[in-house]
């Protein structure tokens, strides 16, 4: 069983930037280096939302076109833990954000593959 918790959410004006943090945890020996992590993000009233994705070694990545330029995910295995730092942030990237993850060593698109979520953390960006 892998347990993830977010962090770093918060009320930011436009043009600023917040750095959300996913934190993994699980049985002995365990090590987040296996597994495929998500960044999704539901706005109220809204569907749920594809943000980045990162492969297991942090080397391939993919985004969403709407955080394209402004969001970098990362990770640091040795922390089990991966980043979503967010920068030019604006009202529309209001949302809850969730991380989500995997077991597998390439990036998986697709929410509905993924084994475990998180809480969520909330971002608001208002002026």
């Known amino acids: 069983q892998v347990q993830l918790v977010e962090s770093g959410g918060g009320f930011v004006q436009p043009g600023g930037s917040l750095r959300l943090s996913c934190a993994a945890s699980?049985?002995?020996?365990?090590?987040?280096?296996?597994?495929?992590i998500g960044w999704f993000r539901q706005a109220p009233g809204k569907d749920r939302e594809a943000v980045s994705f990162?492969?297991?070694?942090?080397?391939?990545?993919k985004y969403a076109d709407s955080v394209k330029g402004r969001f970098t995910i990362s990770r640091d295995n040795a922390k089990n833990t991966v980043y979503l730092h967010m920068n030019d942030l604006q009202p529309e990237d209001t949302a809850v954000y969730s991380c989500?993850?995997?077991?597998?060593?390439?990036?998986?698109?697709?929410?509905?593959?993924?084994?475990?979520w998180g809480q969520g953390t909330q971002v608001t960006v208002s002026s």
């Open positions: 990162i492969n297991n070694s942090g080397g391939s990545t």
């Open positions: 699980g049985g002995s020996g365990f090590t987040l280096a296996y597994y495929a």
């Open positions: 989500a993850a995997v077991h597998s060593l390439t990036i998986i698109t697709v929410p509905q593959e993924y084994t475990y």
